[in-house]
């Protein structure tokens, strides 16, 4: 299978794709055709574990990968993971289940991509035949950072260099990145918000001459984030996973519809949904929810995407975003893969901050889709009123995502014919990350209690829910962070020649953090 550029320059092998990470013309991989899933096949994956459903569905993409290699992969990224499922869907109520994406290593969702993506990374260099020493390079608002690290650390001809806005990520998300180990890892804070940390990074993937320069230093760049098809595809594997479940529980039957609720920032994880369902599982409507940054809410029903707007630091950072990378890729097939289109139309994103689909594009953008957001109050509200029904803690982003769903399934309620007595499809929500994650926060949505210690958050919630805390996040509490230092986003490739040339074990850290003036809370 061909991989295209959503901006119409480039065409390459799935190996390719995944080692390149973005397209030369600035454009997202997709694949040249989505690959089917039969009724039949869909059957014969009731009997497969996790790591082998996973490896099914990514051969069918990456059919340039050997498909046993592919099965051993996933069988030890996902043997990683606590429990004997890596991705637990949880019955709620009639109706209503949990897909539980948070049992990896770091707790959150990106574990279920960034656990394998070494591997893909690693075998398809093998496959291209690239001898360079790998530098990736991540724009994080929180989850991706440290998971993209724990899955590199230590990797083979691999190093990994992580930046996050500073003051924009939790406590918790902050000390899991900067206490990683690893001879291969360097993570640095930048001032701004996610938007303008992204933003800078894009810039280094986008530069030739810096794209030369490190190749001359034999330094080749790829990328970590969602953007990346390495990271979409294992992605698609879990709505499969989830939906089998349904089937394998007898809550369903094969070829019924089944909704899903999606916590979104960067719109990776709800596009791998979309692209389960041009699969040909039988996905009903994709339910995008987002905090009070709701651009994409905005979007999804009216057709404008515009990113003059506010910008808001939430309790759900992860989802503190207000440029999509990820929509890119929807914008393509509802264009009917205009690639013109979609280059004129993000080119306006960056220079005027704005662009709009049309009537057609909009009214198919609704054929799947379904929007909602909430702020900061609700989310709280419905965090403490699902703990007080099911005694089952939200995490804050799955908060979001659970108040979105049950407007959502009321609205629908509300426009079915009384008459009717079919029930709705039955809802999956998707759950991104642990409770303990956020626990000061969480603590707070389920008693209005405020802690100021992290930890002293993760022990009260243990009290109060009796859900086991993960090894993880328990063991940061006797780590010294090692990473301190901040930098500014014009900076950034200094920072990263820097790495290069010095190395790490906090070398660069401690260097630069002495050079500077330590930062000041009010600039
Ligand atoms: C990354 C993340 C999201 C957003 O996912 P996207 O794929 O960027 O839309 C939501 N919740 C959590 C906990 C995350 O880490």
Avoid: W
Avoid at 439 to 464: E, M
Avoid at 476 to 496: G, I, M, N
Avoid at 503 to 516: L, N, Q, S, W
Wanted: aromatic share 10%; hydrophobic share 35%; proline share 4%.
């Amino acid at each position: 299978m061909y991989f295209l550029s959503t901006r119409g320059g480039q065409k390459v092998t799935g190996a390719q794709a995944i080692v390149q990470g973005i397209a030369s013309d600035g454009g997202l991989f997709v694949p040249e055709t989505f690959p089917k899933v039969s009724s039949q096949e869909l059957n014969d994956m009731l009997a497969m574990n996790y790591p082998e459903r996973a490896a099914y569905v990514l051969h069918k993409y990456l059919d340039d990968y050997d498909y046993a290699g592919l099965k051993d992969a996933c069988e030890r990224a996902y043997s990683q993971f606590e429990g004997n499922d890596a991705a637990p869907l949880v019955k709620m109520d009639k109706g209503l289940y949990i897909l539980e994406l948070f049992h990896g290593p770091t707790c959150a969702f990106k574990d279920m991509a960034l656990t394998l993506l070494p591997y893909l990374l690693r075998e398809g260099c093998n496959i291209c035949g690239i001898k360079e020493e790998i530098l990736i390079l991540v724009a994080t608002s929180g989850d991706t950072g440290k998971a993209a690290l724990e899955g590199f650390k230590d990797a083979d001809g691999i190093k990994i260099m992580v930046f996050y806005p500073d003051d924009g990520v939790s406590k918790m998300q902050k000390l899991q990145m900067c206490t990683t180990g690893g001879n291969n890892t360097n993570v640095l804070a930048v001032r701004g918000n996610f938007d303008d940390c992204q933003t800078a990074v894009k810039r280094i993937f986008n530069s030739n001459e810096y794209k030369a320069e490190l190749k001359e230093k034999g330094v080749l760049l790829s990328s970590a984030n969602s953007i990346n098809f390495g990271r979409l595809a294992p992605q698609i594997a879990y709505y499969f996973s989830a939906y089998l479940d349904l089937v394998s529980s007898g809550q369903i039957e094969i070829g019924q519809t089944v909704d899903f609720t999606v916590p979104t920032g960067n719109f990776g994880n709800i596009l791998a949904a979309y692209y389960a369902k041009q699969m040909g599982l039988p996905v009903g409507r994709l339910v995008c929810a987002s905090n009070k940054n709701n651009i994409l809410t905005d979007f999804i029903k009216t057709g404008r995407y515009d990113c003059h707007r506010n910008f808001y630091k939430t309790m759900s950072p992860s989802m503190d975003i207000l440029i999509s990378s990820n929509l890119e890729r929807l914008l393509f097939e509802i264009s009917g893969r205009d690639a013109a289109l979609i280059k004129e139309r993000m080119e306006n994103l960056s220079r005027n901050g704005v662009y709009m689909v049309t009537t057609e594009e909009l009214k198919r953008i609704g054929e799947s889709f379904y929007a909602g957001c909430t702020n900061e109050e609700q989310t709280v509200e419905c965090m403490y009123d699902f703990f007080c029904e099911y005694g089952y803690p939200l995490d804050t982003h799955t908060g979001v995502a659970m108040n979105v769903a049950e407007g959502y399934m009321s609205a629908c309620k509300a426009e079915k014919d009384p008459k009717d007595k079919t029930p709705l499809p039955p809802m999956v929500v998707v759950s991104t990350a642990s409770p303990y994650k956020f626990p000061q926060d969480v603590l707070y949505a389920l008693t209005g209690n405020d802690v100021k210690d992290s930890f002293k958050g993760i022990k009260r919630l243990n009290l109060l829910t009796a859900m086991k805390v993960p090894k993880n996040l328990q063991e940061l509490r006797y780590k010294e962070p090692r990473f301190k230092a901040v930098a500014d986003t014009k900076d950034l490739y200094r920072e990263v020649l820097h790495f290069l040339e010095v190395g790490t074990d906090g070398i660069v850290a401690e260097g630069t953090a002495k050079k500077r003036a330590p930062r000041k809370k009010a600039e």
